[in-house]
């Protein structure tokens, strides 16, 4: 069983950034991968940034190439969205997720544990 828990989210105005971290416990696998989603009011949930525990890489939604960073720290179980030059399309309720299979996926299907979301509200 894995958990995960998000934070790092608030209001910041367009042009600003923010950090988001997601700490995860219990059985990480170096296979597994991690993802950062969001959901805006009425649309569908969506792939941000995604990475594997192991290796270099990494996904990015066209939306947020150049301005958003995925990163991970293995020792601390934690993954981190660095997100710069934010604008109000970015806000959104912000989710991490864990997936086992061993590869590098963006289907919200794909992943199997979630945390709760945090808010990110970009005013402009």
């Known amino acids: 069983q894995v958990q995960v828990e998000e934070s790092g989210g608030g209001l910041v105005q367009a042009g600003g950034s923010l950090r988001l971290s997601c700490a995860a416990s219990?059985?990480?696998?170096?296979?597994?991968?991690m993802g950062w989603f969001r959901q805006a009011p009425g649309k569908e949930r969506e792939c941000v940034a995604a990475?594997?525990?192991?290796?270099?890489?990494?996904y990015y939604a066209d939306s947020v190439k150049g301005r958003f960073t995925i990163s991970r720290d293995n020792a601390k179980n934690t993954v981190y969205l660095q997100m710069n030059s934010l604008n109000p399309e970015d806000t959104a309720v912000y989710y991490c997720?864990?997936?086992?299979?061993?590869?590098?996926?963006?289907?919200?299907?794909?992943?199997?544990?979630w945390g709760q979301g945090t808010q990110v509200t970009v005013s402009s």
């Open positions: 997720a864990v997936s086992i299979l061993p590869r590098l996926l963006v289907a919200s299907s794909t992943y199997d544990y």
């Open positions: 219990g059985r990480i696998f170096s296979s597994y991968a």
């Open positions: 990475l594997r525990w192991s290796g270099s890489s990494t």
